[in-house]
């Protein structure tokens, strides 16, 4: 599985953003979708996830009300919506794929996805 972020950029705070994340290859056996984000000088960490079946969301407790996850089944693609963007969003984010043999009731940890992404970059300015 290849993925592939866009839509990263500065923004001031407050402001908003949609970030993309495009799947190809093996999609037919992945399970869920997450995003997690790594500022300078921290650990990586969960922001949210969606399985393609849309039954499942899960939002790490700083980004909630704030951010939205989203799929498009037939694109291969999730987004994630940000608003209200706080300097502290500053980090660049990754979206990861989980197939379905590494399904999992709670995915919020980085080890239980299979496939990452190159990353982009998001700056809220104060």
């Known amino acids: 599985v290849t993925l592939v972020e866009s839509g990263g950029g500065v923004v001031q705070a407050g402001g908003s953003l949609r970030l993309s994340c495009a799947a190809s290859?093996?999609?037919?056996?992945?399970?869920?979708m997450g995003w997690f984000r790594q500022a300078p000088g921290k650990e990586r960490e969960f922001v949210a996830t969606?399985?393609?079946?849309?039954?499942?969301?899960i939002y790490a407790d700083s980004v909630k009300g704030r951010f939205t996850i989203s799929r498009d089944h037939d694109m291969n693609t999730i987004y994630l919506q940000m608003s209200s963007l706080k300097p502290e969003d500053t980090a660049v984010y990754y979206c990861?794929?989980?197939?379905?043999?590494?399904?999992?009731?709670?995915?919020?940890?980085?080890?239980?996805?299979?496939?990452w992404g190159q990353g982009t970059q998001v700056t809220v300015s104060s």
């Open positions: 990861a794929d989980q197939q379905d043999y590494s399904a999992s009731d709670n995915p919020i940890n980085d080890h239980e996805y299979d496939y």
């Open positions: 290859g093996s999609t037919a056996t992945s399970y869920a």
């Open positions: 969606i399985t393609w079946s849309g039954s499942k969301i």
